[in-house]
């Protein structure tokens, strides 16, 4: 007393407050919890800490009710900073609004954490529920992935992809961030090993250009690879997160021909969208399963969008993709059985939605009997030949785009450099010194653009021909596979066939011969039967 400095009381306020929103949830309920705990020494049984187990178990009864079942929830958050508007509230409020609602579930994949603080100060409130988790860092600004799990994490990866959009497209940002496939593999109690991969596909391009779709179609593949190799090891896949693909597109296609991928939600309502045009927001998102540019969501009202935005009251672009491993006699399948559009609330006390996406939850049932047969609304489509070389002529002729783009660009650097080289030297012999300001001031831009034109023209450019190049050289691979296996199928058919034919050939030559024989026995023992007679 009298030397410690400022320990009064008093210079800190009455009591330390917390914030806001811890407080708020605090005052709106009060819990309470009584129990006999039955504890008196050398009379109550199995009183020891010792006798119950290194751990406190779940009862029985809840620990099976949860094992039957896997939930899962993936949301973009928009979360670029110093561009996503009300970022910080928003992520509170998002982490609230798990805490509160997804507390219970296996699964949370998140796209656009694109500031590391946010993850680190989520991962911090709701640890308690999901005490594994992992973001991925990639390129300039990182891939704007996070998973949390409620299940041991055992392994994790990050594959980025090879075309993300082209680096003149700023705004757009693929290119800086270096958008990726994430994934990590959870040890489950029943299912033993599942992998869970978040993505975030490029958002730049139209979904109406012949050719721009090439980047997601690309990435598509990648990912496909990458979930064919997974279910290959024995893992059941699930793959979330913002496609920025519409489900017909040739993307979506890819995903489900190639990589074998179910759409939770064609599933469980169909994907066929209604010949007339939508007139409630509601019905949209409950009945479409719109996550985008809906105009019930406050950062997409009163936006101007195309023509299908327009008529469907928004996009369905944000999934949750399953595949069964490749059954062996011990692995259980995995069924979805409920799915729902989620996040479509304001945050509470403000007048803004959470983002400017909506997410999308499923539940997942284990071993569930006869399913297939109650649920044939998304059957999974072979990969055939036709297939894979359609996608890969689609490919091609973007690729003779990109070559024409860069064929201008170089142009414009070789032009753009004939230009500064004249400044230069104009700016040596023009006779008026007080105009030599002006020389430098032009030059300086030019030779940035200049370099600009060079990087994307050559260096960007034959890196987008080379990584189109392999992925169109895959596909031709895959397609002749798929064909010459198709033709060994039909000659095993065919030999099939043939044999069976000629089988019951020789069965009725043998039957023919046989009695022949027996009619030539016949009548040479008759005579000697005559005789005894």
């Known amino acids: ?21 811890n407080q708020k949830e605090e005052n709106e309920e009060l819990k309470v919890v009584s129990l006999n705990c039955w504890g008196l020494k050398f009379v109550a049984k199995k009183r020891g800490k010792e006798e119950l187990g290194p751990t406190m178990k779940r009862s029985s009864l809840n620990q099976k009710e949860e094992n039957e079942e896997l939930k899962v929830v993936s949301l973009n958050c928009w979360g670029l900073k110093f561009v996503a508007k009300k970022r910080e509230i928003r992520m509170k409020a998002i982490t609230q609004h798990l805490i509160q609602f997804y507390s219970q579930y296996d699964i949370v994949a998140l796209q656009e954490i694109w500031v590391e603080l946010d993850y680190l100060n989520m991962k911090e409130l709701i640890s308690i529920y999901f005490p594994h988790s992992r973001f991925f860092h990639s390129a300039a600004l990182g891939g704007g992935l996070a998973i949390f799990s409620k299940h041991l994490i055992v392994e994790s990866n990050f594959h980025p992809y090879s075309l993300n959009n082209s680096p003149l497209h700023i705004l757009e940002g693929d290119w800086i961030v270096g958008k990726g496939a994430a994934s990590v593999v959870i040890n489950h109690p029943v299912l033993n090993r599942i992998e869970i991969f978040n ?24 990912i496909s690879k990458l ?17 920025n693909s519409t489900p017909e597109s040739a993307a979506t296609d890819v995903l489900n021909r190639y990589a074998q991928l179910k759409d939770c939600w064609a599933e469980i309502n169909g994907s ?3 010949f007339e045009a939508v007139e409630s927001d509601e019905i949209a998102i409950k009945e479409l399963g719109i996550t985008c540019n809906s105009p019930a969501n406050t950062w997409s009202h009163g936006k101007r969008f195309d023509e299908r935005s327009t008529r469907w009251r928004g996009k369905r672009l944000d999934y949750v993709f399953y595949r069964n491993a490749n059954q062996t006699e011990s692995s259980k399948p995995l069924h979805c059985t409920s799915v729902q559009v989620c996040f479509t609330e304001l945050v509470p006390g403000h007048t803004f939605s959470f983002s400017d996406h909506y997410g999308v939850s499923a539940t997942f049932s284990i071993n569930c009997k006869d399913f297939d047969k109650k649920n044939k609304n998304n059957p999974i489509v072979p990969l055939t030949s036709n297939f894979c070389l359609e996608m890969a002529e689609y490919l091609k002729k ?12 170089l142009i414009r650097f070789f032009v753009m450099d004939v230009f500064a080289i004249c400044l230069v030297v104009g700016s040596v012999f023009q006779p008026k010194g007080w105009l030599n300001w002006i020389f430098p001031l032009v030059t300086i831009p030019t030779v940035w653009y200049a370099v600009t034109m060079f990087y994307t023209g050559f260096i960007y450019g034959r890196w987008e021909e080379s990584a189109l190049q392999n992925i169109i050289e895959e596909m031709e691979i895959v397609a002749s596979v798929s064909e010459s296996r198709k033709k060994t199928d039909s000659n095993l058919t065919l030999t099939s066939k043939e044999r069976s034919n000629s089988t019951s050939t020789i069965s009725e030559e043998k039957y023919e011969n046989r009695r022949q024989h027996l009619s030539k026995e016949s009548e040479s023992i008759a005579p000697s039967i005559c005789q005894i007679l």
């Open 1 to 21: 007393k009298f030397v410690a400095k400022k320990r009064g009381k008093e210079e800190l306020g009455p009591t330390m407050k917390r914030s806001s929103l």
């Open 272 to 274: 066929f969208l209604p």
């Open 199 to 222: 993505t975030h596909f490029c958002a730049g391009f139209g979904e109406m250009s012949d050719f721009m779709q090439s980047h997601r179609i690309a990435q598509a593949w990648e």
């Open 227 to 243: 979930i064919k190799i997974a279910a290959e090891r024995g893992h059941h896949v699930i793959a979330m997160g913002d496609f």
């Open 398 to 409: 973007y690729k003779l785009y990109a070559k024409k783009v860069s064929r201008g660009q």
